[in-house]
């Protein structure tokens, strides 16, 4: 398996993954060990998917978890979407793009974006 695939696996499964640097930070239950093995193994190709992914956020596929929601925005220093009502941006240059969801997601989108790691949006 490549590192995107590895990560797709990892992330899947429920273990988060991110870089520092040239180190990768591993987060999940204990019976995930073997996929662990697995990255740090090829650990030169998982952090080159993980850079890959700096900058690219995929947007949440559902309404706010707490407000229902359904405008967020990104900051320009990268990171999560954000739910504009819960936490609006401080100011519009602080805003790297917008986006409103639509009422509903084909289950066939939703399939394939979990496949490659999308979570659900989380209250900030």
Not at 47 to 58: M, P, S, T, V
Not at 73 to 101: K, N, Q, Y
Request: proline share 7%; aromatic share 4%; glycine share 8%.
């Amino acid at each position: 398996m490549g590192g995107v695939d590895l990560l797709a696996a990892a992330r899947v499964a429920g273990l988060r993954v991110r870089h520092e640097g040239n180190r990768l930070v591993m987060r999940g239950p204990k019976r995930l060990e073997p996929l662990v093995c697995q990255l740090l193994e090829a650990k030169a190709e998982v952090l080159a998917a993980l850079r890959d992914e700096d900058g690219f956020a995929i947007p949440p596929l559902r309404p706010c978890r707490m407000c229902r929601g359904r405008r967020f925005w990104r900051h320009v220093h990268g990171g999560h979407f954000i739910c504009d009502t819960c936490h609006p941006a401080p100011a519009l240059e602080l805003v790297a793009e917008s986006i409103v969801l639509a009422p509903a997601i084909s289950e066939d989108l939703k399939r394939l974006l979990e496949r490659y790691g999308w979570e659900p949006c989380e209250a900030h």
